[in-house]
């Protein structure tokens, strides 16, 4: 309750979980900063200017060698990400494999609803 907290900005779904886990603890988050660069929230957090609460997911292997990564106990906290495209646009070859590329790698995380 007593650490500075870095976000991204309020509209963000990083923001509300934050705010959300704060209150679930009892106390009201201070967030002096706001970032909506993930690189420069993790580099404010490997200087020792506050701590964040990272997706372990998107984030991981991205922090610096001095961050400590602490997992949230018993506590599972989940965002869903879309892909989306127009069936009525021309899309490359280079695209659709990626589509299915992503695909395939969503269908093996845990928790996944494809």
Known sequence: ??????????????????????????FDPNI????????????????QMGIALAPSVSWAG?????????????????????LVWDDTKYQSPATRAFCQYLQQQAAALPGNLA
Do not use: H, M, W
């Open 32 to 47: 002096p900063f706001i970032c909506d660069d993930e690189y420069y929230i993790r580099k404010y957090v490997s200087e």
């Open 1 to 26: 309750a007593k650490e500075k907290f870095i976000t991204q900005s309020p509209r963000s779904s990083q923001y509300r979980i934050t705010v959300e886990k704060c209150r679930e603890q009892g």
């Open 62 to 82: 991205r922090f610096r060698a001095n961050t400590k990564v602490i997992p949230l106990e018993n506590d599972s906290v989940t965002t869903t990400s879309y």
